[in-house]
T-cell receptor
């Protein structure tokens, strides 16, 4: 089955700087990789996702890159703002378990003013 | 389109009691997944229901159970509550019908406190 590792567990960056969170996965057949943001007291919200037929996807200040050969994908946030402070989760789909999402452990992103 | 709703939002129980949590998925979604999240922890997968059948199951004891109704609404039950069951319980819905429909949308969660 699929296994997802996420690093770092905590990331502190200065407001305005960029933040990068990386996830690795084990199943080369996985073809869907979403990223979720969870703010305090709320459920996770999908912020961007990527499928294995593309290498990069952007949405304003957020981008995700995928390296299928190395089996890793990364979330990039540019020009960070205080409202970016949250916990971010990556996931990969397990093709052997009815497309169940397998989750990373999460990254707490702290934006310092 | 209305999002995923969960009831109740907050719940306080005592050890040994049982609890039932409810989740209403987005209209048209047939898959409901349940997760447990304890403070500082990630998303621990409980189970997933699709078309009234449990399709996937995580590594939780049998005290945790669930079901899904014909309208795709789902309930989860925890019997003989323990202090360690205190957590945020999240449900997520998706269309659940294959590679193009597996995006999950989460509800706000039910926060359970066991005393």
């Amino acid at each position: 089955g699929e296994n997802v590792e996420q690093h770092p567990s905590t990331l502190s960056v200065q407001e305005g700087d960029s933040a990068v969170i990386k996830c690795t996965y084990s199943d080369s057949a996985s073809n869907y990789f979403p990223w979720y943001k969870q703010e305090l007291g709320k459920g996770p919200q999908l912020i961007i996702d990527i499928r294995s037929n593309v290498g990069e996807k952007k949405d304003q200040r957020i981008a995700v890159t995928l390296n299928k050969t190395a089996k890793h994908f990364s979330l990039h946030i540019t020009e960070t703002q205080p409202e970016d402070s949250a916990v971010y989760f990556c996931a990969a789909i397990d093709m052997d378990s009815n497309y169940q999402l397998i989750w990373g452990a999460g990254t707490k992103l702290i934006i310092k003013p | 389109k209305a999002g995923v709703t969960q009831t109740p939002r907050y719940l306080i129980k005592t050890r040994g009691q049982q609890v039932t949590l409810s989740c209403s998925p987005i209209s048209g979604h047939r898959s409901v997944s349940w997760y447990q999240q304890t403070p500082g922890q990630g998303l621990q997968f409980l189970f997933e229901y699709f078309s009234e059948t449990q399709r996937n199951k995580g590594n939780f004891p049998g005290r945790f159970s669930g079901r899904q109704f014909s309208n795709s609404r789902s309930e989860m039950n925890v019997s003989t509550l323990e202090l360690g069951d205190s957590a945020l319980y999240l449900c997520a819905s998706s269309r659940g019908q294959g590679e193009e429909s597996e995006t999950q949308y989460f509800g706000p969660g039910t926060r359970l406190l066991v005393l």
